[in-house]
């Protein structure tokens, strides 16, 4: 027997190495990546939505904290100090929103009404009206010193009423984000029981359920929001229970998918086995598969709401006076788009900005949390 | 595969500048060289009236009917004035440099001896656009209609509450035959009316000027457009329907978009009203009305409060003289808030609040209105202007400036605060959503009553309503304060007075008081009707009782700034006139 494995020896080149070591995984370098982690690297590497959130991040502290910085309240008015234009210490120097406006004006009233508050005339002319010549001219004017409003600062102009357009600004977006926000937890919180209930359960119970579903997802969604609002009156609270009544339809179907997905693998079965109730198999064990959809389906929500708020606010079925919401600014300065700009400017920056970033936060977070999409970048 | 992105990008981009450019060569360049054309040639060129055919263009609201019996927008009355014609006409006449009752299907103004009786005498050959003939007979059938009680028209009341024909209120509501009624036809020409008390001319004569629901209407098309239970009628809804007996006919009409009115020649009234063919299109914005006539498309525009500052310096501004006061309506029953039946309270928010922040802050050319009876409002004869204002009995009936006293007010609202149980007060006020200077009155109002009473004692809460759901709801009572306005009569403040009484149908107020009606009735139809000093007196007299009760805290009157195109040399020179406003149909058209 010896002989034979000595002769096998000189045959076979290879020998086993292990036999005086003892033989364990080797231990894997660097740490276990988790679900959050991974997603959150792979969004780092999403530069456009890297940015996006940084803006998101912006806005938000923005509206805490912008209205804080100005002296004025938002509902403060100044009717004497109404529509100025935006004047920004430091830029003003440059030319740009130094507070002052073009107008045409009678060459008479240069040394009445609009004395010392020439900046400069820039043409002169005659009128001619009724076969009389009337001595015109095109003059820039400074409209704080002209309204007595000399040493105000007034970073994005007032509105009508002579109240702050800064002020104002930051607080309607406060205000448009809490709908949103608020809004949006609030259906998910319903969509994601909805659909678990209808999704796990399965059978009789999901029909019933998905035929409710489709009965309130025949009614068409603006009708049923301006009833709504009609109905309770213009407020925060009644805009945010508006726009649930169908919102959560969509979480609702798409965590019922999930668990219709789920439901039926083998670590449900095995767990439902060793005596797992429904409740724990549910927001245990199938549920945690659907947080990135969530989040991501969430974050989208959000600009929409936003936009409905903004939407009905422009068709006048907004908030009650004198709150602002992006849309009651955006509906107010369209009307004197061609006389006020500012009034329309920033609100339309602000939202823009909001939206875009909201949609390319959305998208990112969306291939940071799809797994098929890992180990590609 | 990285390479085509970027000729897809410079292409991309070529095509928005070529976009932008175009757009710029398009409208930019050619808008600024047309207008530097244009002063040139304003400068330079006298306009001369034209000898074409002449077109004017309006914008307005939409009509909803033509029907002169059921019409009851603003609009709709501008508009049946161009294709009615009625027994009388009011006009600007330029020897007086005043307005004019003239006679139109009539061949004179109306005889009478007794005050009661009158009688007017009808043109012979008199047709509509089509050739049927309009007799007296057409006048009286044109009114057993109005009055009819089964149609139970919206204007019939101008028959028995403007002026009070016999029997016609009784007819109307069902009680009287047609035979009892004093409007008869005594023969093709001759049509008397029989009123029930003795009125002054002016009265009797505004009633039948001017085309509206007192012109005729077309037999044939109104019987053909009746239901089968005489229940209403499709008359004056749709083009065919739509007849013409004044000195326009509408020759197109597009609801919601626009109307087109072209000139009958050889009626009464032809030589008078100068344009050929009138275009009204429909346009709701006032953004878009300045819009379109910056671009010369409509010959005159209302500016805005947040328009002033850009063209109050105009030359061309005119100004208009509201027929209506507006204010805040207090509900002085209310159930939920009881406190508002405090006199004190009412007395506190009609001398707390500063007018010209409203009217100059937001408005720029509204008037401040401490009382409730308009500037325009004339008193005695029509012809010598006497205004109802400028008396030293109604001077002396207001509190002197706009009505603001700060410390009074403060006195008064200590007194309603301790009535209730010194407890915060909140009253809620109603404005009109669709309309963003109701919004801005409204958010003022709170700020400076919020602020003259303390935050801490006062709580104004604002709510938004559509206009008519906000009447609606004045009339149910469902309301604490809330905006609106009573249009008047300028020729007639007594009969506009009507709107305080008691048994005015869908009031919008809560004032009532026996002595008011009766004071009411006997300037309108009782023995002052033809006393003219203690008539003015019986109207001070019910203003000081409004002010006294305070159920509508008065704010202002709409005055407006309109501005014209060069074009419409105006008659009376931007002068501005009751009913006619600035006659814009007997303009000279300067081309």
Known sequence: MKLETDNNREQNPFEFVQREKQLADEKFEGKAIGFFKDAMLRFRKNNASFVAAFFIGLIILMAIIAPLLSSF??????????????????IEKIGIWDGTKVMDIKKTSLDEKYKGSIVKVMEEYDMDYRGRKIPMVKAKVDMYELKGAKDTYFWMGTDALGRDQWTRLWKGTRISLLIGFMAVTINVLIGVTYGSISGYYGGTVDMV??????????????????????????GILPFILAMIVTG????????????????????????????AKDRLLIFRHILPNAIGPIITQATFAVPGAIFIESFLSYLGLGLGAPEPSIGVLLAEGQKV???????????????SILMLSFNLFGNGLRDAFDPTLRGQE | MKQPKKP????????????????TSGNGNNANQESKEDKDKVVTEQKQPSDKPTVVRFSGMSAETFNQHTSESAETSILLEYINGNLLDLIYDETSDNIKFVSNHATDLPATTDNKVWTFKLKEGLK??????????????????????????????????????????????????????????????TLEIALETEMPEIDVYSVFAQGGSTSPIHKQLYEAGMKPDHSETTYGTTLEQVPSSGTYRLSEWVRDQYRVFEKNQDTPMSAVYTPDRIESRVVSESSTRMQLWEKGEIENVSISGEQFDKYGEDPRVVYTEAESVWGFYVNTESKKNPILGNNDLRKALYYGIDRDKITKGIFKTFKSAPYYISTICMVGDYSDGQRYRETEAAKANIPPGTGYEPEKAKEYFEKAYQANGNKKITIELTYFDSQETMKRTAEVAEELYENLFGKDKLDIKLRAMPPSAAYDAYRDGNFELGIGAITQNAFNPWSSMKAWRTDFPNRSHRFSSAEFDELQKRTTTG????????????????????????PQIPLFQ????????????????????PVIKFAPLQVNILE
Not at chain 2, 137 to 164: C, G, H, W
């Open chain 2, 527 to 550: 023995d002052l009707l033809l006393k003219p000093e203690e008539r003015l007196d019986a109207l001070v007299k019910m203003e000081k009782m409004l002010l006294d009760y305070v």
């Open chain 1, 248 to 275: 959560w339809i969509g979480m609702s179907r798409m965590i019922r998918a999930q668990f219709y997905k789920y439901k039926g693998q083998e670590y449900v079965l095995a767990s439902r086995t060793m005596g």
């Open chain 1, 337 to 351: 788009l061609l006389e006020h700009p500012h009034l329309t400017l920033f609100p339309a920056i602000v939202i």
């Open chain 2, 8 to 23: 897809f990008l410079v292409i991309l981009a070529m095509m928005m500048v070529l976009t932008f450019t175009g757009c």
């Open chain 1, 73 to 90: 309240s938002y509902r403060e008015q100044h009717i004497e100090w109404a529509l100025l234009p935006p004047r920004v210490p430091g």
């Open chain 1, 209 to 234: 359920m998905q035929r409710i579903i489709e009965i309130l997802s025949g009614v068409p969604p603006l009708v049923l929001v301006i009833l709504f609002v009609m109905y309770l009156g213009a």
């Open chain 2, 128 to 189: 509509w656009t089509d050739g049927t003939p309009i007799t007296a007979r057409d006048y009286e059938y044109s009114y057993q209609m109005l009055l009819d009680p089964k149609l139970t028209n919206r204007n019939a009341f101008v028959l028995f509450d403007n002026i009070p024909i016999v029997s016609a209120n009784k007819y109307f509501k069902g009680e009287a035959k047609w035979e009892e009624v004093g409007i008869k036809a005594k023969d093709d020409l």
């Open chain 2, 558 to 577: 709409n005055n407006n700034a309109v501005l014209f195109q060069d074009r419409m040399d105006l008659k009376g020179k931007g002068k501005y006139f």
